[in-house]
C-alpha cells in the first residue's frame, strides 16, 4: 500500500500468498499503479515489484474494488480514498459486507470527506465521492490499529494535523514503516499526529507473521512431545501480548537471534511441549493478541485448571463471530465452557474429543480447528477448511510436514 503511494520503485520480499494481499495488490492495479508479482525461493514468500505513482496519482478505476474477505484492506483504503479527486466503490465478500465500517467512516466524514454506505453508512459496499480532506483531533473508542492506520493514512492528504487518541496501546506497524518512508508523523504516548506528507519508496522484507506463527507455538506446547523453532518471526512489542499469555499459562518459549529488519524487531522462536494451566486473561493484552484468541482456546483446554477471556467483544465482528464460533466447537468437542458477551470461560484438562466444526469461512477458526484436532483424543473434522487460503495458503503443507496426521 505505502509503497504504491510512494515516490520511486520498490521490492517487497516474503510476501504472503494469501488472499488478503492479492486482493490489496488487485485494488492498486485497477487504480493503475504497476506491480508485478513472483514467486519467492523454495520456502518463502513472493516478490513484488511496485512502481509508485506518488501521494496524488491513483486513477479513478473503472470497475468496483474488491477487497475480498479483507478488512485490513477495507478499513487502511478507506483512509487512501476518501477525499481523492474520483469516484471509487469498494466491497467484498458476504462475511465483509456484514463487517462494521463506520468505526471509520464516521470520522472521514468529519474530515470532509464524501462517503455513502450500505444500512445508513454502517456496511460495505462503500462509494467514495472525493471532498477536501482537513486535520482532526479524534479520540479513539477502541484500540484498534485499522481505525489508527485508516485515519494517519487519510491525515497525509489533509490540510492541519491529523491527532489520533487511543485509548490502550495497539500495533504500531503504520507509524513505523510511515516514519521510515518520510511521512511527517510522531509519536507522543497514546497520541499520533500527522499531516500533509509525501513518502519516498522504501524496499521491505516481510518478517513472518506472528499471528500465523501462533498456531505452531499452541501446537507445540500442548503437544506431549514436540521440539520446534519458528525462523524469522516478527515480535514488534505490540503483537506479542501472546508470548505474556503463554508464558503465564507454562509455555517453554525463547527467542533467540533477534534482530531488525526494515525497523521492524524480529527473531527465532524455541517452543517445546509444556505443563499449560489456565490463567484470566483480559484488559490492555487483549488489543496486542486479538487474532490469537482462537487458537489460545485450544491452549486453554488443554491446561490444567480454568481459562477466563474477558473485554474481548471485539472478536464478535472479525470474520465470524469468533466467540461463537469457539463456543461451537468446543461444544461439539465435549470441553467444558461458558460464553459471555465479551469473551469466555474454558475449563481444560486436556480432553478434547472427535467432532465435526464449522470453520464459519473463517480462516483463524479453520486452522484453530486443525491444531485441536492435532492434540485431540481422536479427529477433528473441519466443514470448509479451504478459508485458510485468505491469510495462509500454505498451512496444511506445513501441518503435514510437521505431523503427517491430516486425512
Known amino acids: 500500500m505505502f509503497n504504491a503511494l510512494a515516490n520511486g520503485s520498490a521490492t517487497v520480499t516474503n510476501l504472503s500468498g494469501g488472499a488478503d494481499c492479492t486482493s490489496t495488490i ?26 509508485g505513482v506518488g501521494m496524488h496519482g491513483l486513477a479513478e478505476p473503472i470497475e468496483i474494488l474488491d477487497a475480498g474477505n479483507s478488512g485490513t484492506t477495507t478499513r487502511l483504503m478507506s483512509g487512501l480514498l476518501a477525499g ?26 468529519s474530515m470532509g470527506a464524501e462517503i455513502s454506505a450500505r444500512d445508513g453508512g454502517r456496511l460495505a459496499p462503500i462509494v467514495f465521492h472525493g471532498g477536501e480532506l482537513h486535520g482532526i483531533e479524534y479520540d479513539m473508542p477502541v484500540a484498534s490499529a485499522q481505525l489508527k492506520s485508516c485515519l494517519l493514512l487519510a491525515g497525509l492528504r489533509a490540510t492541519g494535523n491529523t491527532v489520533i487518541k487511543q485509548p490502550d496501546v495497539s500495533r504500531d506497524h503504520t507509524e513505523r514503516m510511515l516514519a521510515g ?13 500527522t499531516s500533509e506528507s509525501e513518502l519516498t519508496a522504501a524496499d521491505v522484507e516481510v518478517p ?10 499452541v501446537a507445540a506446547a500442548a503437544h506431549p512431545d514436540a521440539d520446534i523453532t519458528l525462523s524469522n518471526v516478527g515480535v514488534n512489542p505490540t503483537r506479542t501480548g501472546i508470548f505474556d499469555v503463554l508464558r503465564a499459562m507454562g509455555v517453554d518459549i525463547d527467542l533467540v537471534n533477534e534482530r531488525t529488519i526494515a525497523g521492524e524487531p524480529v527473531a527465532d522462536l524455541h517452543v517445546r511441549s ?13 488489543p496486542l493478541m486479538i487474532d490469537e484468541v482462537p487458537v489460545l482456546a485450544v491452549a486453554a483446554a488443554m491446561a490444567e485448571g480454568t481459562t477466563r477471556i474477558t473485554e474481548a467483544a471485539e472478536l464478535r465482528v472479525k470474520e465470524s463471530d469468533r466467540i461463537s464460533a469457539t463456543v461451537a466447537w468446543l461444544k461439539a468437542a465435549g470441553v467444558e465452557h461458558e460464553e459471555s458477551e465479551d469473551g469466555l470461560t474454558i475449563d481444560g484438562g486436556g480432553k478434547i474429543q472427535s467432532a465435526v466444526a464449522d470453520s464459519f469461512d473463517d480462516h483463524r477458526i479453520a486452522m484453530s480447528l486443525a491444531i485441536a484436532g492435532l492434540v485431540s483424543e481422536g479427529t477433528i473434522g473441519i466443514e470448509r477448511a479451504e478459508s485458510v487460503d485468505i491469510s ?16
Open 84 to 109: 481523492r479527486p474520483i469516484m471509487t466503490v469498494m466491497t467484498g465478500d458476504d462475511s465483509l459486507r456484514s463487517r462494521p465500517m463506520g468505526r471509520v467512516i464516521n470520522p472521514l466524514r
Open 274 to 286: 509444556s505443563e499449560l494451566k489456565g490463567i484470566d486473561i483480559g484488559g490492555d493484552v487483549i
Open 392 to 407: 495462509y495458503p500454505t498451512f496444511w503443507r506445513d501441518l503435514d510436514t510437521l505431523s503427517g496426521v491430516i486425512a
Open 26 to 51: 488487485g485494488i492498486f492495479r485497477a487504480m493503475g499503479v504497476d506491480i508485478q508479482r513472483s514467486p519467492g525461493p523454495a520456502g518463502r514468500g513472493d516478490t513484488v515489484q511496485i512502481k
Open 208 to 217: 513472518g507473521d506472528i499471528s500465523s506463527a501462533a498456531f505452531w507455538i
Open 181 to 193: 518512508m518520510g511521512a511527517n508523523i510522531s509519536v507522543d504516548g497514546l497520541a499520533v499526529t
